[in-house]
């Protein structure tokens, strides 16, 4: 049997699909597309009621494969990977994306090799190559100074992790039909000896900038630590949270957890602003898919300006009281 399909990994957790899980589907839908074939998704977990998994459907799914086993409720890497190895054996999928999280980080590597499949981490887009029908992954390569292309012409499935928020998940359509399959397997595949015995969330310290809808980041061009407070306060004002470019956080300025871009995290915020930051490719990499980019810099030549929908020109010590008045004005 060939290989057919397109299929993404969603995730479950907490009593919800994980956004992720969305924009996963949002990015794979015109995959499938475009080689006129089904887009599939698979959830495993605990307690995945039809309701769950229909969730999938509204958003872009035409097929998913459920496998529910109380020695599936958390993410146990062996038998995660047991259960998605048998699932590819027995489907034969062309093309399995997950996302570039904690899970899809750790479950596809361990998939890949045994499914003795190529495997691409972190792309930030994926497209079909015309004539070929080959997946085409797009990620930053050598330091991030190239966006390499990368194929897997000979192995199937082509396997991809994707960044998280590179893409704003598609709207629910509760008109959109699929089907659910269930899968089961037995304890030859799962095994119940490994059990997960507590669960202590990471302490970010207040730098949830991926789930905020404003983010105010700010760079070097703030000369130094303590002048870090202006941009902590405007983003307090406006109920934002706070970024950094990692100029900012290598000075100790702000701590990583806050640091945006391809080496610290992707943001799609409604409002990103940037105070001081020279918009170098690696930075752009985390926030140039914000809806509305705000720039301030005193360097009319810097590349945030490329891809800022409003910029201002001048010193930041300057405009950013000015925009403190207007908004005094405004409130
Ligand atoms: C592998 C790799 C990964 C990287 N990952 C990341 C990453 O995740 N995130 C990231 O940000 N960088 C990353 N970088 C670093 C990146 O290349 C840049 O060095 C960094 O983004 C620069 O930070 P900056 O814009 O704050 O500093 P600068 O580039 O020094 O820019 C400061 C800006 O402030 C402006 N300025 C100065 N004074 C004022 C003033 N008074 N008013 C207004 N504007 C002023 C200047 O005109 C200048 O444009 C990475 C680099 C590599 C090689």
Redesign the pocket.
Known sequence: MSSKGVWTISEWGEDRIKTISFELLTRARPLADKLNTELSSVLIGRGLEDETARELIYRGADKIYVVDDKNLESFIVENYSAVLTALILKHKPEIVVAGATTMGRTLLPHVAVKVNAGLTADCTSLDIEEGSGNLLQVRPAI??NIMARIKTPEKRPQMATVRPKTIRPAQRDEKRQGVIIRERFGNEIIDSRVERVGHRKLDTGGAEIQDADIVVSG???L?KGDNFKIIQELAKTLGGAVGG????VDRGWISYPH??????KTVTPKLYIAV?????I??LA?MKTSEHIIA????PD?P?FKVADFGVV????EIIPLIYEALKEAM
Do not use: C, P, Y
Request: net charge neutral.
């Open positions: 330091g991030g760079g070097a061009g000369k470019s990692r100029n900012a640091q945006v871009g391809l080496s610290g001081g930051i020279s918009g170098s690696q930075h985390g301030i810099n005193n360097d810097a945030i001048g010193d930041l010590f």
